[in-house]
């Protein structure tokens, strides 16, 4: 299997110079950011990008329940990135593909050190199944993990360090861990979450407890106080789960 995109008239091969020819004709401190970005940066935006939507999830949740749900679904999707690396491994063994570099040459390689296997791109699974993830439980968070996660495969092709099919490899295996162990995930955590919410000093952790401060003002979520006597008007609340 390591003969895989050995060939210079195979597309995926004529693909990636096309994209790593670009480091060569870019000035080198815009190289310098790429590999900072794709080596780096971007796993650390899909990072806050999951806490981001933890934040807005527990401020916003309309009730524990809800709020439970939606946090076991964040919780999932750094499970998710770490299984999917898992099995990762024994693919990469199978496979035995040398690193792009290894096989070709002329290519701008930004990232040195990189002598383990290609297929598939770690990154792009970790950051492909973090998105998926979290696309199931925020849609609009979701599709700019999704923005992110396409973003990292074309940093790696640029890096001259994986193959364009390293990279949907990586994308189709952290899509396919996402969703389908997602039902069984949310079967484990939802309970967890749930007692958590419920418990005294983490409750936290899965929703913003009244009278807390945080938010406090807006009138999303919770009881307009009306005039003396008269009953407060409860604002419905967008919920937040996707799936």
Same mark, same amino acid.
């Given at each position: 299997? +390591?003969?895989?995109a050995?060939?210079?008239? #195979?597309?995926?091969? /004529?693909?990636?110079?096309?994209?790593?020819?670009?480091?060569?004709?870019?000035?080198?401190?815009?190289?310098?950011?790429?590999?900072?970005?794709?080596?780096?940066?971007l $796993?650390?935006?899909m990072?806050?990008?999951?806490?981001?939507?933890?934040? @807005?999830?527990? !401020?916003?949740?309309?009730s524990?329940e809800?709020?439970?749900?939606?946090? %076991? +679904?964040?919780?999932?999707a750094?499970?998710?990135?770490?299984?999917a690396v898992?099995?990762?491994?024994?693919?990469?063994?199978?496979?035995?593909?040398?690193?792009?570099?290894r096989t070709? /040459?002329?290519?701008?390689v930004?990232?040195?050190?990189k #002598?383990?296997?290609?297929?598939?791109s770690?990154?792009?699974?970790?950051?492909m199944?973090? +998105?998926?993830?979290?696309?199931?439980? #925020?849609?609009?968070?979701?599709l700019?993990?999704l923005?992110?996660?396409?973003?990292?495969?074309?940093?790696?092709?640029?890096?001259?360090?994986?193959?364009?099919?390293?990279?949907? &490899?990586?994308?189709?295996? &952290?899509?396919a861990?996402?969703?389908l $162990?997602?039902?069984?995930?949310?079967?484990? $955590?939802?309970?967890?979450?749930?007692?958590? /919410? @419920?418990?005294?000093? %983490?409750?936290?952790?899965?929703? !913003?407890?009244a009278?807390s401060?945080?938010?406090?003002?807006?009138?999303?979520?919770a009881?307009?106080?009306? %005039? @003396?006597? /008269? @009953?407060?008007?409860?604002v419905?609340?967008? !919920?937040?789960?996707?799936?």
């Amino acid at each position: 299997m +390591a003969g895989l995109a050995q060939s210079g008239s #195979n597309p995926d091969v /004529e693909l990636l110079y096309d994209i790593n020819g670009l480091a060569k004709d870019a000035p080198h401190w815009f190289d310098q950011v790429m590999e900072f970005v794709g080596e780096f940066g971007l $796993l650390f935006a899909m990072v806050l990008l999951v806490l981001g939507c933890w934040w @807005r999830v527990r !401020r916003r949740a309309a009730s524990g329940e809800e709020a439970a749900v939606s946090v %076991a +679904a964040l919780a999932w999707a750094p499970l998710a990135a770490a299984i999917a690396v898992l099995v990762n491994v024994p693919i990469r063994g199978f496979v035995e593909r040398p690193r792009p570099f290894r096989t070709h /040459e002329g290519l701008e390689v930004l990232v040195a050190g990189k #002598n383990d296997y290609s297929f598939v791109s770690d990154h792009a699974t970790i950051t492909m199944a973090l +998105a998926v993830a979290l696309f199931v439980a #925020n849609r609009r968070f979701g599709l700019v993990g999704l923005g992110l996660a396409l973003a990292e495969g074309f940093c790696r092709i640029y890096m001259g360090v994986h193959y364009p099919t390293d990279v949907v &490899g990586g994308f189709a295996l &952290g899509t396919a861990v996402a969703l389908l $162990l997602s039902p069984l995930a949310m079967a484990l $955590l939802t309970p967890v979450t749930r007692a958590v /919410e @419920r418990s005294g000093r %983490a409750g936290w952790l899965i929703r !913003r407890r009244a009278g807390s401060g945080e938010g406090s003002g807006s009138g999303r979520g919770a009881g307009v106080p009306g %005039a @003396r006597g /008269e @009953r407060s008007v409860e604002v419905p609340e967008e !919920r937040d789960l996707a799936a």
